[in-house]
């Protein structure tokens, strides 16, 4: 499955109707995005059964803000509508590989009950 452009308009339906989702917030003025790019769309053909969407952040400046982006490249994944990892910078193909394996194992249950633990402590 090809990379999946991402919108204000459809960034929430796309990661809470789907299992698995990887969002990279990138620049076309940015080197270590354009580095970065096939190594991702490399993942998206090797995991068809994760979404792989990207957000350009001068194009969605609202969405990136929402978002909280700093840094780019910066990459987000979305276990169940939840999100279970944020980090900038572009990672390297087997970096990559190894989050997409980490994510697909995640036990979701304990990850809720994480969740809400830390928000009853709040």
């Given amino acids: 499955m090809a990379t999946q452009t991402l919108t204000q308009h459809n ?27 096939p190594t991702y769309e490399t993942s998206s053909i090797k995991h068809p059964d994760v979404v792989h969407g990207s957000v350009d952040t001068e194009a969605e400046q609202g969405l990136a803000q929402a978002a ?3 840094s780019i490249p910066t990459i987000m994944a979305f276990r169940e509508g939840v999100l279970v990892f944020a980090q900038p910078g572009a990672l390297p193909p087997a970096a990559l590989e190894d989050l997409v394996t980490q994510v697909k194992a995640l036990d979701m249950d304990e990850v809720r009950a994480q969740l809400a633990q830390q928000q009853a402590a709040e």
């Fill in 68 to 70: 909280n982006i700093r």
């Fill in 11 to 37: 960034f929430d339906e796309v990661v809470t109707k789907n299992d698995v989702v990887l969002v990279d917030f990138w620049a076309d003025w940015c080197g270590p995005c354009k580095a970065f790019a």
